[in-house]
């Protein structure tokens, strides 16, 4: 089975542009994460969704980044416009509802923003 | 709001020696915990979980034991090896929201 998937894996961008992360999920799970992983704060939760549906919208987060979950396997996470400070990993994970919340992570999307 | 708190953020030991990752959480009613670690250029990757006080989980000769009266489940190994080093994350998972929370994280460097 493939894993989850995220594109792209390196991402150098402009202040002020709007950059899209991409993710694919396991194929079958239906809760799927955005975290943002930084060495200071470490894993932060963005956005989660279970079966498409919006849970949680990244509290702190909400005004420039925006996730979305157009079918069950396929999501993106949209940053506009994007800020120095967003410079981190962007890591994707899936999960199978009732699997007891273990995750699979994909390899992450490292965004640099100049 | 719930939490997760790792005290030590780097930990150095030499290969054979004992490991503890210390982790307390905040959260009310019975939260599942577990274990990720992260090798570089990676995801971070489940290494086990426990969901009752006093259950132990383990993996790969790693272990820890959920403590309700202590808030705590510490990450534990007997005998370290090099291919240990990465970063380990402890984790809660919040029973009625579904979502998961991550401590900060512990980045073990262990020498040969």
């Known amino acids: 089975d493939a894993g989850v998937t995220q594109t792209p894996r390196h991402e150098v961008a402009e202040k002020g542009q709007t950059i899209i992360l991409k993710c694919e999920p396991v194929?079958?799970?239906?809760?799927l994460f955005w975290y943002r992983q930084t060495k200071i704060q470490g894993l932060e939760l963005l956005s989660y969704?279970?079966?498409?549906?919006?849970?949680?919208d990244g509290g702190a987060f909400k005004d420039r980044f925006k996730a979305e979950m157009l079918n069950s396997s396929f999501s993106t996470l949209k940053i506009q416009p994007t800020e120095p400070k967003d410079s981190a990993v962007y890591l994707c994970?899936?999960?199978?509802?009732?699997?007891?919340?273990?995750?699979?992570f994909g390899e992450g999307s490292r965004l640099i923003v100049v | 709001g719930d939490s997760v708190t790792q005290t030590e953020g780097q930990v150095a030991l030499s290969e054979e020696d004992f490991l503890t990752i210390h982790c307390n959480y905040s959260?009310?009613?019975?939260?599942?915990l577990f274990w990720y670690v992260q090798y570089p250029g990676e995801g971070p990757q489940f290494l086990f979980r426990?969901?009752?006080?006093?259950e132990k989980g383990s993996s790969r000769g790693f272990e820890a034991t959920y403590n309700k009266e202590t808030t705590s489940f510490h990450l534990q190994k007997a005998s370290v090896q090099e291919s240990d080093s990465a970063v380990y994350y402890c984790?809660?998972?919040?029973?009625?929201?579904?979502?998961?929370?991550f401590g900060k994280g512990t980045h073990l460097h262990v020498l040969p």
């Open positions: 994970a899936s999960s199978l509802e009732g699997s007891g919340n273990t995750l699979y």
């Open positions: 194929s079958g799970h239906n809760d």
């Open positions: 969704f279970r079966s498409k549906s919006l849970m949680e």
């Open positions: 959260a009310s009613g019975y939260p599942a």
């Open positions: 426990a969901s009752r006080d006093k």
């Open positions: 984790a809660l998972a919040d029973t009625n929201a579904y979502k998961v929370i």
